[in-house]
Every structure is written in structure tokens, then in C-alpha cells.
């Protein structure tokens, strides 16, 4: 099907590519959106180009400062020149951060350093630092990691776009004392790097402290943040070329510039999905990689996805208790737990999966036991043969099941494509905001139980709320 494949890059570009046939009618045997309606007149691409629109106004009135991020060199050189410094001195960078002000950082690092990056002496981490991702304010992970740092040779990046998060203040807090306790005072202040928001607690902090610092954008909402000092800053500390994720950043934003649906890839795949919701019930929105590097990545999208789409309100104020919910899947495990229930379980989801052409490495599978047939037909391919051998094949069962699925393909994992995956998916979230009808940069829901746990740990002004106590009543 000649459409199938929106906007195809150059092949240079190496991708990503979005193949989305086996949502449509026709190439599944039953149900799918039939191919007219991706056509310039088709209900879907009038439905596509309304929310291009919305999507453009809001960018033009300085709301999506996300989209123009891989062109704002100042703030990567920013970015770049804080970690440089970091070289002569530093072993281990300790983001401590929360949501999407810690995702981000850890899809860069699982995507694109060498497998188990943080268990690897210096020589093979070229003398760039470990990078640790510490977001839950679990005793456990906060002291074992703390315990086995060379706290002389750590940094700490505190990144809070708000300045105010909990949890990020807590394990911040336990880190300082440590580091203060140490070195005292200019000691604690060297090894921390603050990155936030222009005004809050900790910009605050940041400037009684004279902390080092770099900025998130006003306009850059925390799980639009990524390609910003929030990804950027320990992404370049451990040695990722930033300059390469952020040009296939801007590679996909300049293909994303088209209205037309079958000509923007987010476009695309935000339309089928949002159909595949709202008009087959849907709701479940899988991200399926077939690589452990990019399992990180799907986390990252998981939390893109539902907090941008899942909202009481829509954008004129009427209650909709709407949105996906996006799950995270890996290949091949998943096809030995999951995969039972996408085939045949309810048709509520819509499975994305992610590969790529060319694995970073390949091992190849040998024959040592030719006279047996079960484990002789492996011989002679390889792992990544096997792995990608699978995706497709999952792909087939479900098309043949009517199951709907999309396939996302990279040449390869690298810098520039992961730079665009991150690109593409941020778009998409915007456009599926405008296509449900809902306000994708706020995060309202997640207030009340801020405030509450507020006022259970005594912040000043937090109510004290009634939270009761569990009743006996109702235990067994
Ligand atoms: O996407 C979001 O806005 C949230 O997930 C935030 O990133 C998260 O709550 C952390 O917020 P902050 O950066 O203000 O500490």
C-alpha cells in the first residue's frame, strides 16, 4: 500500500520511520480504518490538520517551547560546557530528579551508552562519568546507591523545573547533608548542579547557595523537557553527542511541518491512535520495543502519554474523564507474558512496536547440536536475526487476529534517532491532545494527592488533611 509509510525519510536520516498498513482496512481481515480517509479530503486528515492547527497556534503564542528546543544552540552549549567542566574530576553524575524530570535522562543513557554503562571501569567509559537516575525516595535505593558513591568524585544535578517537588527536595536534602557533612560548605556547593525553573525554592537556593545552574525554558513543560539542560546536561556529562540527538530532533520537526496527514509521521500516528480510541475502543495504547536499550524510552513515552492525554476536563471546561492508557511492553520477554492477552483478549489495544534495521552489535547463534532439530535450526542466524525475525512475525499474528498495530523503524539506535523518536513522540502528544479535545501540557490530577501528602509531612501552609485511617472493618 503506497501510503503506508508517512513521510518516509531520506535514507540518510535513518528514520524514524512510521509503518502504520496493519491499521487498515483491507490489509486486516476484519475492521481497520479504510485508506480513503488518510486522503487530503478523508475525515481523519480533516480531523488531523484541525489539531495541526491548534497545535501551531499554540506554538506560535510561546506555549510549546518543546518544538524549537533542538534549535537552541545557546542552551545546549550551556549544557555542554557545565559537563565538560565535570571531566578533569568527576566519576559519577547523580540526577535526582522525578517524572519528567528523570525520564528523560535515563532513556538517553540506557539508549545510547554501551549496555551496563554504570558497571564499566573508566577506560571503558573513556573517562566519562557513571550517570545514576535517582527518583523514588526509597530508603532502600537512596542509601545503597549514596553508600557506594566516591562522594568526592559525585556530582549531584538536582533538576525540578517547579523547585518544589517532594521528592526531589528529600533525596536532595539526604544528598547535601551527605556532601555537606564531607566537605562543609564549598565542598557540598561544588558537587551540586541545580537545574530549574527561573523562580521557585530551589532557583532560589541556587542563588543564596551561588549553586551552579542551568535553566528549564518557561515554555518547556517537564515531560516535554528532555531535549532541554533537563536530558541534555547529563546526557553530554556522560559523553552522548547531544549535538546528534538534537539534530535528528529538528529532522522530525521539519517533517512534521506538512498538515497532511500521510506527510507527518506524528501527525500519523497520534490520528490512528486517537481513532483507534475514540472509535473502536482502543484505549490502550502499547509501546512495544524490540530492544532492552529502549525499554527506558517506552517508560519515558508511558508517562508522556498519560500525562498529557489522561484529563477530567476537556479544553472547554466540560468534565470528559478522558485519555489512553499507554502501556509499556518489551520484546521478545512480553511475547511470553503479554502477548497472550493482545492477541486474544479484549480488542482494546493498539500495539506500537519499535525496531530497527541494524543492531549495534550481533551475536551469532551456533550449531554445536546438529542432529537436533528443535535446537538446530537456530544455528547459523543470529541473536538480532532471531529478535527481529519475531517483531515482524508478532506483527503478522496480530494483523491476521485484526489486531491493530503500527511499526516505528530506526536504522539503528543512535544519537540522531533517538533525538527524532523523542521528537516524534513529543508531537504526537501534542497532536493528541488538540484530537481529544484536552489541554496536554497540564497535569491537574496529580495536585490534590501533592497537597495531601503536603499536609501529612507538615509543609507550611499545607492544610493538615483528614486522611482516615484504614478500618478494621474492611481488612481479611
Ligand atoms: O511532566 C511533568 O510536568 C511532571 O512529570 C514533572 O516533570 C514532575 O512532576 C516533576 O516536576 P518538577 O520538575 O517541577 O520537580
Not at 52 to 67: I, K, N, W, Y
Request: glycine residues 10%; aromatic residues 6%; contains cysteine.
Amino acid at each position: 500500500m503506497a501510503d503506508a509509510v508517512a513521510a518516509l525519510p531520506s535514507a540518510a536520516s535513518g528514520g524514524p520511520v512510521l509503518d502504520y498498513g496493519n491499521m487498515l482496512a483491507g490489509v486486516l481481515p476484519r475492521g481497520g480504518v479504510a485508506p480513503e480517509r488518510l486522503q487530503p479530503e478523508g475525515r481523519l486528515a480533516r480531523r488531523f490538520r484541525r489539531a495541526f492547527d491548534e497545535t501551531e497556534a499554540r506554538r506560535a503564542a510561546g506555549e510549546m517551547g518543546f518544538f524549537a528546543l533542538p534549535a537552541a544552540r545557546e542552551l545546549a552549549d550551556r549544557a555542554r560546557a557545565a559537563a565538560d567542566s565535570l571531566r578533569p574530576w568527576c566519576e559519577a553524575v547523580v540526577v535526582v530528579g522525578i517524572g519528567g524530570s528523570a525520564l528523560g535522562a535515563a532513556a538517553l543513557r540506557d539508549a545510547l551508552l554501551p549496555t551496563g554503562w554504570n558497571g564499566l571501569d573508566a577506560t571503558a567509559r573513556r573517562g566519562f562519568p557513571r550517570l545514576h537516575v535517582l527518583d523514588n525516595p526509597d530508603p532502600d535505593t537512596v542509601a545503597a546507591l549514596l553508600d557506594g558513591l566516591k562522594l568526592d568524585r559525585t556530582l549531584f544535578n538536582v533538576v525540578s523545573k517547579s523547585g518544589a517537588t517532594a521528592e526531589t527536595a528529600a533525596n536532595f536534602l539526604v544528598a547535601w547533608q551527605r556532601l555537606h557533612d564531607a566537605f562543609g560548605l564549598e565542598g557540598a556547593r561544588r558537587r551540586v548542579l541545580a537545574t530549574t525553573g527561573r523562580t521557585g525554592p530551589l532557583r532560589e537556593l541556587a542563588s543564596e547557595l551561588s549553586l551552579r545552574s542551568l535553566p528549564v525554558p518557561d515554555d518547556v513543560g517537564g515531560r516535554f523537557s528532555v531535549l532541554s539542560p533537563v536530558g541534555l546536561f547529563p546526557a553530554a556529562a556522560a559523553g552522548i553527542d547531544v549535538d546528534a540527538v538534537l539534530e535528528g530532533a529538528a529532522a522530525i520537526v521539519d517533517r512534521c511541518a506538512s498538515p497532511e496527514l500521510t506527510r507527518n509521521p506524528a501527525g500519523a500516528l497520534a490520528t490512528l491512535l486517537h481513532a483507534a480510541d475514540a472509535e473502536a475502543g482502543a484505549r490502550i495504547h502499547v509501546l512495544m520495543p524490540y530492544a532492552d536499550r529502549l525499554k527506558s524510552l517506552a517508560a519515558w513515552f508511558q508517562q508522556l502519554w498519560a500525562e498529557s492525554l489522561g484529563k477530567a476536563a476537556n479544553r472547554a471546561g466540560e468534565r470528559v474523564e478522558t485519555g489512553p492508557t499507554p502501556l509499556a511492553a518489551l520484546g521478545a520477554p512480553d511475547q511470553h507474558a503479554q502477548l497472550q492477552l493482545f492477541m486474544e483478549g479484549p480488542r482494546d489495544k493498539v500495539v506500537v512496536f519499535l525496531g530497527r534495521a541494524v543492531p549495534e552489535r550481533d551475536v551469532p547463534v551456533p550449531r554445536p547440536f546438529p542432529a537436533k532439530p528443535a535446537l538446530a535450526y537456530l544455528g547459523g542466524s543470529t541473536l538480532f536475526g532471531l529478535l527481529d525475525d519475531e517483531r515482524r512475525a508478532t506483527a503478522e499474528a496480530l494483523r491476521r487476529e485484526s489486531r491493530p498495530n503500527m511499526t516505528i523503524m530506526v536504522d539503528r539506535i543512535d544519537a540522531r534517532s533517538v533525538g527524532g523518536l523523542i521528537m516524534l513522540f513529543q508531537i504526537a502528544a501534542a497532536y493528541a491532545g488538540a484530537l481529544y479535545g484536552v489541554d496536554p501540557l497540564n497535569q491537574p490530577g496529580v495536585e490534590l494527592g501533592k497537597a495531601l501528602a503536603a499536609g501529612l509531612m507538615g509543609r507550611p501552609g499545607a492544610e493538615p488533611p483528614d486522611v482516615p485511617a484504614p478500618d478494621p472493618r474492611w481488612r481479611t
